[in-house]
Structures are given as C-alpha cells and as structure tokens.
C-alpha cells in the first residue's frame, strides 16, 4: 500500500529546502507568502484570464469610494496606477477601506511565466497638505521624516521584487540563490529579506503541512525542551501515546520530531478513529537566514485514513528523510 503511494515521488522545493512527495500530491496553500513587509499571492492563469482579472480589480478599486464606509473626501480611491514595463502588469496606489487615505495598500498585479502573482504591503503617507498637522503629531512622537511617508521606499523595494521574481513549476527545482515559494522563485539580492512561506497537501487519508522561516532565532526552546510540556498533557488521557521522539542530524539540519497515536473521536464521522499527528521542526536550536527553522507536521485529523500505525510511521519517515537543503540556495 506505501508503495504504490510512492510508485512516483516529485521533488518540491520549500523555502530553502527541498523535500520529495508522492506525485499525487499536490500544494493547496498559495496566499501565506510574506517577504519582508509584503504579501504575495500566485496562481497559474492564462493572459487574457490575467487581462480580465487586473481589469475587473481596477473597476471594483474606481467603485470601491461608494461603499457606505468609504468617506468621498478620499476621493478618488485609486491615488496611483504604475504600468509595469514589458506589459509585466501593474500596481495599484490605493486607499484602504473605511480608513482616511493616508492609510493605503500598495497593490501589484504581476505575471511572470505563466503565474499570475498579487503583491500588497501597507504604507502610511501623510505628505498630503490635510494632513499637515497629523503629521507633526507623529514627528514629535519620533517618527521621521522618511516614515511619514513610506511610499517612496516600500514602492521601489516592491518594484525590487518584482525584477526577481519569476513563476515555477510545480516541481521545478532552481539552482540559483533564492527562495522558492508556491509557483514561484525569489532570486537573491544583496540583502537578506525576512522570508515566511507555508506549503499544504492532503488526501483523503491525511494532511501534511510544511512551515518555512528564516526570521526565527535558534534558542532552548525546542520540541524536546518542550517535552515535559507534552508529557503532561499525554498523560492527562489514555486515547493518545507517544509512539516515537528524538533528535537528530541529517545533512546538516538539526531535526527534532515528536510522533503522537491514539484514537480520536470525530464529530463530522460521528466514530472514534484512529489518529496519527506526527511533528518536526527543523534548526529550532541553530534557527538563522542560513539555518532556517522549519515545522513539518502529518495528520489524519477528521479522516478515516487507511493507514495503520506502521504505514503512517513510514510514510513519515520517508517525507523526512528527504528533507535537505536545496543545492545553491544560500
């Protein structure tokens, strides 16, 4: 039964990582993407579903000043529409409903091989002359002057982003220096950006989630340090166990894991099932941009998986022990 779930496995690149996942499978999650200040969406589109797409959000941002708590003295909503170069898309300069326009969103449209991305980030301009006594109030409470008015900066390292983005198949691995995030890769530029990327596959025997981080410091709290923690709730009930725990090394990434079973009633099925909720962090001690930290977890939740303990053992441990760096990726 485990092979034929792995008659055929595809390499996918998370983050920095690369992980090999029964071909089956395929990610569901493509809108928790933050690079630094900015929220990246994607999805594979045709370009005339591109045209339409940017065409309909243009006429949904004109009509957006008519909502009820939309003032009209905001007028009009749109401050700003940037063509992007090469026909590459568009970014929209615009107000944030129900808040006065000095609270706006950045707002890019960008298509790239094949991939459709949405990019938005907040910025606060009080460069209006309205706004002229605001902004004195928030000088003296040490904003600067720089920070009064976001938009020049967070606009120029949006359009920075831009010019390294590309789309990517699915299981297309890069071999340059970057970050792979759902359906698109993040070239590397001088900086080093705060990179947050999650990925999520299910069947109807399980779901499996990987979390990627390159923000969070290595420290003493990690899975074991947590044990006791654990431990302690485990044996507050007899319908779950620890089947397996440990730490350990494996191509130059500090793992640690934490495998949990039992049985679980469920409310949708109205039965008690069989439950497996399986953990893994990765460089939680060691966590930095060139050990990033990142969580891998296996469940059944609320499905009647066809699984048995053993077979989701090594199911699990066939995804972890793929789990390794991507070559080039620093």
């Known amino acids: 039964m485990i092979e ?3 008659t ?17 499978l395929h990610n569901q999650l493509t809108n928790v993407i933050t690079i630094d200040d900015f929220r990246i969406e994607s999805k594979p589109l045709y370009p005339p579903a591109f045209k339409q797409r940017i065409s309909l959000r243009e006429k949904e941002l004109h ?8 003032d009209p003295e905001n007028s009009p909503f749109i401050k700003e529409t940037i063509q992007l170069p090469s026909g590459k898309g568009i970014i929209f300069d615009h ?11 950045l707002e890019g449209h960008i298509y790239v091989d ?20 605001r ?44 970050l792979c995030i759902p359906n698109g890769f993040i070239k590397d530029d001088a900086a080093v950006h ?30 074991m340090n947590r044990g006791p923690e654990i431990e302690a709730v485990l044996a507050q009930t007899t319908l779950l166990r620890t089947i397996k725990k440990g730490a350990f090394n494996r191509g130059g990434i500090n793992n640690q894991e934490w495998l949990i079973a039992g049985v679980k009633e469920s409310n949708e ?37 066809q699984y048995n303990e053993a077979q989701m053992v090594e199911i699990w441990e066939r995804l972890v022990n793929s789990l390794r760096y991507r070559p080039g990726a620093f």
């Open 4 to 6: 034929t779930l792995f």
């Open 8 to 24: 055929k496995v595809k390499q996918q690149c998370i983050g920095r990582y690369i992980i090999d996942v029964p071909a089956s």
């Open 63 to 70: 009509d957006s000043i008519n909502k009820p708590d939309n």
């Open 95 to 105: 107000n944030a409903d129900g808040d006065d326009d000095f609270f706006r969103i």
């Open 114 to 133: 094949g991939i459709a991305f949405i990019i938005t980030t907040q910025i606060l301009d009080l460069s209006a002359p309205k706004y002229t006594e």
């Open 135 to 178: 902004k004195k109030t928030y000088l003296k409470a040490g904003f600067t002057e720089e920070k009064t008015n976001e938009k020049p900066q967070r606009l120029a390292a949006l359009q920075s982003l831009i010019s390294r983005l590309s789309g990517r198949q699915d299981d297309a691995i890069p071999t340059e220096k970057g």
């Open 194 to 223: 705060k990179e947050k990327v999650s990925f999520s596959y299910e069947n109807s025997d399980f779901n499996y989630g990987l979390d990627f981080s390159n923000t969070l410091k290595g420290s003493q709290d990690t899975l």
């Open 269 to 305: 099925l109205n039965a008690t099932l069989p439950f497996f909720d399986f953990v893994l962090y990765a460089n939680e001690d060691v966590g930095s941009p060139t050990k990033p930290w990142l969580a891998m977890a296996l469940s059944n939740r609320d499905k009647k998986t």
